[in-house]
């Protein structure tokens, strides 16, 4: 919150900012955590120029990008006050995806500052951090009710090929998408039993399966106004070529358009709405897990999944979920980022046996996403939780795990930071 305020007053932006803006810098680059608009600007990674990391000898290493890459042969060699070091690089190779929070990043050649970026506290400590900025955009976001989610996903298709062809082109009256969240049925419900559709003032349609929350770039000096008339041109005999009048047209295409509320970049109230409606669906499902916790069993706490795969599996995914869950006669409810194919998976445990089912459902889906090519842990990070541990197993094998090791006992032998975050310590 406090590098967006600094930012906005200069008329810049930090793209891959968490939507959780109590979140610390170095919290967000320990996680390699990402925002909404992984899409078109991707995660902390791509951002991060330096860092200054302290190591558990206390030995202080300040790593620019571009600076130091990893011998041929796969390890680095880092100079300390004790000597030499050298580390080992992972040889399994990580899911290509545009999210991974799983484990230490392991590439061919790599820049150091990559190994740290994603090791979430357990290789060094970040004390300092220079980040890449962006100058600030104009932004439409939209509220699209959807009749079904198979239509849902085939709207966010389209909206993710017209952006990747105005980036490919520089065209400058294509449409240009930075992120599409999603949110189902049943969290449509959760909105509408707490009444945060009328808090907000977002009147949802009838018969609405899946609401998308769009978020739209404009060119520099397009206001609202400029907006507005570009949409209200959308059905003249002759419309100018703009991007409103484009992103209408697949959207009237999509049938959905006549349902779409759009808000512009000077409405700033209404887009902030639009958020809180986005924010009350996590609010809501965690409201109920409290509420279960304290009246039926103490054991019962949340039980979600976090997982990531190619948006052409997206479909695949989110047949996968719902069998799984439906199968166990677990009531659950999804949300998430569409356009990255990154979803995350609620149960809503009635009981301490819906917790236990649900985990192992989330280990079920999680072998199905890693068969489709995808990631089980997407953008929050491993911990010690002992189901995303088991995750991050099923996704590099034992010998991934131990090459993590051996990665983890040459920069801190002594196991000081973050003992039993990513994988268990050794025994005693």
Excluded at 88 to 112: C, F, N, Q, W
Excluded at 291 to 312: E, L
Excluded at 356 to 381: K, N, Y
Excluded at 392 to 400: A, C, F, K, P
Aim: proline share 7%; charged share 25%.
């Amino acid at each position: 919150a406090t590098l967006e305020a600094a930012l906005v007053e200069r008329q810049h932006t930090y793209p891959p900012a968490t939507t959780f803006t109590g979140a610390f810098i170095g919290g967000t680059v320990a996680t390699n955590a990402a925002g909404a608009a992984t899409f078109k600007y991707g995660t902390t990674r791509e951002w991060v120029n330096a860092l200054t990391v302290v190591l558990a000898s206390g030995d202080a290493l300040d790593i620019r990008r571009g600076e130091c890459a990893a011998d041929p042969d796969g390890y680095f060699e880092i100079e300390t006050a004790a000597g030499t070091t050298r580390v080992p690089i992972p040889t399994y190779r990580m899911p290509d995806v545009p999210k991974r929070s799983a484990g230490y990043h392991a590439a061919p050649e790599m820049d150091l500052i990559d190994l740290f970026i994603g090791s979430e506290g357990t290789l060094g400590v970040v004390t300092e951090v220079e980040l890449r900025i962006a100058r600030s955009k104009p932004a439409a976001w939209l509220l699209v009710p959807c009749p079904t989610e198979t239509a849902a996903i085939l709207v966010a298709g389209e909206l993710r090929l017209a952006s990747q062809h105005t980036w490919r082109t520089a065209d400058p009256n294509g449409i240009d998408v930075a992120a599409i969240e999603n949110i189902d049925r049943r969290c449509i419900d959760l909105l509408r039993e707490d009444g945060a559709d009328r808090k907000h003032s977002i009147p949802i349609p009838a018969g609405t399966d899946t609401l998308l929350l769009v978020q739209v770039e404009l060119q520099p000096g397009v206001t609202t106004d400029t907006l507005f008339d570009q949409i209200a041109a959308f059905r003249d005999p002759d419309p100018p070529d703009a991007p409103m009048v484009r992103l209408c047209g697949l959207l009237d295409a999509a049938g959905v358009l006549d349902a779409t509320e759009i808000a512009g970049p000077d409405q700033r109230h209404r887009i902030e709405q639009f958020a809180a409606l986005r924010e009350a669906v996590p609010a809501a499902v965690n409201q109920r897990i409290g509420a279960a916790k304290a009246a039926r069993d103490s054991r019962i706490q949340k039980t979600a999944a976090d997982m990531i795969v190619p948006f052409h599996h997206f479909p695949d995914m989110m047949a996968v979920y719902r069998e799984r869950f439906e199968s166990r006669g677990l009531d659950y409810a999804i949300w998430g980022h569409i356009s990255d194919g990154n979803v995350h998976p609620n149960v809503l445990p009635r009981s301490y046996e819906d917790v236990e089912s649900g985990r192992a459902a989330i280990l079920e889906i999680g072998r199905q996403v890693i068969g489709l090519g995808g990631c089980p842990l997407a953008e929050h990070g491993v911990g010690r939780n002992p189901i995303k541990q088991a995750l991050l197993r099923e996704l590099y094998g034992g010998e991934g795990i131990e090459q993590m090791r051996a990665v983890k006992r040459a920069l801190d032998p002594e196991w000081k930071l973050a003992p039993g975050v990513i994988f268990p310590p050794p025994a005693s």
